[in-house]
């Protein structure tokens, strides 16, 4: 079992956060944890691990430099010290992971369920279900806001806001939120994020998605965080959910041409102004309160393979 020791960290942020050292024994045992799939894992390797009984996991951080290192301590020092400010659903790591007195990763809980990738995959859930949890996404970034508002953590955004990252438990109907480490906050340097890239369609529109001045590939996102930027990877998650694919990618016209074939299904058109909302100059919308308009139908007809056949 891991020797538990305090470490002074140097951060931004103060105080001190737990460290568990692990054994050369406990680090050739390590069993690898089963993500999904659909999960791609660009930052570290997941592994199971116990602790006093507990269920628990480890990440294990690729990239190990210095600097990569003390942005990642801050991230997490930050997390632990506006813990009581986030919701309870929020899996927030516990403390540090050393090997042979180097830090190589962090621990927190197993957070049991399905992915939510996975459950908006699954062909045998119906549609009112998958619904149900991506409002609860919604209702997630609406909490984040009256926080920034009212609390002393003003600068905290999900960032890498997708599917992936979300853990439905159909035991209470919960969603947890997972991969806190890739989030903004307070003055750290953001991760990359799945549909904040150069490549996305919020590149079409760089007066309200600001580059972050990176001109090369490293380990920093290509983009300003702020609630827009959470706002349009919620919508662009409930439109890939619809559409069975990566609208993300789609250029300006392509994506304008897709919003008129989801009014000619007959989807509300108060939602389709507020999907249209990501790529004009004003502010983002939340469509959580929208969503239960759409009906089942109209769901299967928005499917890119039906898409397609319409367009032919």
């Known amino acids: ?30 069993q690898e944890f089963e993500l999904s799939k659909v999960v791609t894992n660009t930052e570290g390797k ?13 990440k294990i951080l690729y990239q190990l430099s210095q600097d990569n290192i003390a942005n990642k301590l801050y991230t997490l020092e930050m997390l632990e010290l506006w813990q009581t400010y986030l919701p309870s659903s929020f899996c927030i790591p516990e403390g540090l992971i050393t090997y042979r007195n180097n830090i190589i990763g962090f621990l927190l809980d197993k957070c049991n369920g399905v992915n939510l990738a996975d459950f908006l995959n699954n062909k045998n859930i119906d549609c009112s279900s998958k619904i149900f949890y991506l409002k609860k996404i919604g209702e997630i970034l609406e909490s984040l806001n009256n926080m920034r508002q009212y609390t002393d953590a003003t600068s905290f955004y999900l960032n890498d806001l997708h599917p992936g990252n979300f853990i439905v438990n159909p035991n209470d109907k ?22 904040l890239t150069s490549l996305s369609l919020c590149r079409y529109i760089p007066q309200k998605y600001k580059s972050n001045g990176n001109e090369f590939f490293n380990l920093e ?16 998650s409930i439109l890939n959910y619809m559409y069975g694919g990566n609208v993300q990618r789609f250029s300006l016209a392509e994506f304008y041409e897709y919003l008129n074939y989801l009014e000619w299904i007959g989807v509300s058109k ?3 102004q507020v999907f249209s909302k990501i790529v004009s100059l004003g502010k983002n919308e939340n469509p959580a309160e929208l969503l239960d308009s759409l009906k089942e139908v109209q769901i299967y007809r928005a499917n890119n393979k039906i898409y397609k056949l319409k367009k032919i």
Do not use: W
């Open 1 to 30: 079992m891991a020797k538990k020791y305090a470490m002074l960290l140097p951060v931004k942020g103060g105080g001190v956060m737990q460290t568990f050292s692990i054994s050369k024994r406990e680090y050739k045992n390590l």
């Open 46 to 58: 997941i592994y199971n691990y116990q602790k006093e009984h507990k269920e628990k996991i480890i």
């Open 174 to 195: 919960s969603l947890n939120v997972v991969d806190l480490d890739s989030c903004k906050i307070g003055e750290n340097r953001p991760f990359h994020a799945k549909y």
């Open 221 to 236: 996102g290509d983009f300003i965080v702020n609630e827009e930027t959470d706002m349009y990877c919620y919508v662009i």
């Open 270 to 272: 108060d939602l389709i």
